[in-house]
Nanobody, 116 residues
């Protein structure tokens, strides 16, 4: 299983970033895809998940972020706007899927740094 994330970087507060993740390997059928993040000294937390046509967002990013998935390419994107310094974290792509056993798979993470 390989989850290749891209799009992290340094951005000023108020700016935008788009994170992308491409999934491959023994992950089919895919149950859900999404993003978590972990800020320094904090626990990993949910950012956004997409499962079928249902999307879920953390309250902290709701209204500023949009998650989307391309089922033909097995990719999941997270568009984040009006970024805040508190959005600074390592962002991890995650996929839940597989057969016969369903498992959660994680990418290596991509760093997003928002400067004030």
């Amino acid at each position: 299983v390989q989850l290749q994330a891209s799009g992290g970087g340094l951005v000023q507060a108020g700016g935008s970033l788009r994170l992308s993740c491409a999934a491959s390997g023994s992950i089919f059928p895919i149950n859900r895809m999404g993003w978590y993040r972990q800020a320094p000294g904090k626990q990993r937390e949910l950012v956004s998940i997409i499962s079928g046509g249902t999307t879920t967002y953390a309250d902290s990013v709701k209204g500023r972020s949009t998650i989307s998935r391309d089922g033909t390419k097995n990719t999941v994107d997270l568009q984040m706007n009006r970024l805040k310094p508190e959005d600074t974290a390592v962002y991890y792509c995650t996929v839940r899927g597989g057969y016969p056993g369903v498992m959660d798979h994680w990418g290596k993470g991509t760093l997003v740094t928002v400067s004030s």
